[in-house]
């Protein structure tokens, strides 16, 4: 089992910035991110595979303006969350998988965090 903690979340204004963090020790070859808005659905956002190549993917809705790394450890990433819209706001959560590749839906990662809030105000 691992266990995936997230943090970082809260308010932020349009156009503003955010760096949500991640930790999911245990041996995992993938992480991201995905969000969720009441009454919709778990959108994927970014994810970067943490061994090997460390190939990341990002959502058309992000690309540009959010950034998913890692630090050397290998089982802690970030997003980085820059020029900030109202419609990024809604519950983050981080994912982890064992399985390679970097795939989008949300029932091909198995280890979820609790989420952390995001709200972006105009």
């Known amino acids: 089992q691992v266990q995936v903690v997230e943090s970082g979340g809260g308010p932020a204004q349009a156009g503003g910035s955010l760096r949500l963090s991640c930790e999911a020790p245990?041996?995992?070859?993938?992480m991201g991110w995905f969000r969720q808005v009441p009454g919709g659905e778990r959108e994927f956002v970014a994810a970067m595979m943490t061994w090997g190549s460390f190939t990341t993917d990002y959502s058309d809705a992000v690309k540009g303006r959010f950034t998913i790394s890692k630090d050397n450890d290998n089982y802690r990433i970030f997003l980085q969350m820059n020029n900030l819209k109202v419609e990024d706001a809604g519950v983050y959560f981080c994912v982890a998988r064992r399985g390679g590749g970097l795939p989008r839906g949300p029932d091909s990662y198995p280890y979820w965090g609790q989420g952390t809030q995001v709200t972006v105000s105009s």
């Open positions: 245990g041996r995992t070859f993938s």
